[in-house]
Nanobody
Framework: VQLQASGGGLVQAGGSLRLSCAAS?????MGWFRQAPGKEREFVAA????????SYADSVKGRFTISRDNAKNSVYLQMNSLKPEDTAVYYC?????????????WGQGTQVTVSS
């Protein structure tokens, strides 16, 4: 599966951004991950293609929403109430489960910068 992420940018704290990820195919789930400078990549959110089962990291619950459009093979991450600590490169990934190690296909990443 090939993935193309887009939608990153610079936004002030409290603002919103919407990330998009176009996939060349579908397996079980799609996820969003992020990596801040000097930190390890971490899970943000995931969703299954079939029934739309969702999972979120505690740090983004209530602020971020993951959704999918099966007709377009696309997944979105709506990010509201952004904080400076959300600054990172965001990656979309395709997986066979919600386990980190089962996400085998990765997009190129899109930079999100939140200014205080």
């Amino acid at each position: 599966v090939q993935l193309q992420a887009s939608g990153g940018g610079l936004v002030q704290a409290g603002g919103s951004l919407r990330l998009s990820c176009a996939a060349s195919g579908r397996n079980y789930a799609m996820g969003w991950f992020r990596q801040a400078p000097g930190k390890e990549r971490e899970f943000v959110a995931a969703i299954t293609w079939s029934v739309g089962l969702r999972s979120y990291a505690d740090s983004v619950k209530g602020r971020f929403t993951i959704s999918r459009d099966n007709a377009k093979n696309s997944v979105y991450l709506q990010m509201n109430s952004l904080k400076p600590e959300d600054t990172a490169v965001y990656y979309c990934a395709a997986g066979s489960s919600f386990r980190y190690g089962d996400f085998g296909s990765w997009g190129q990443g899109t930079q999100v910068t939140v200014s205080s």
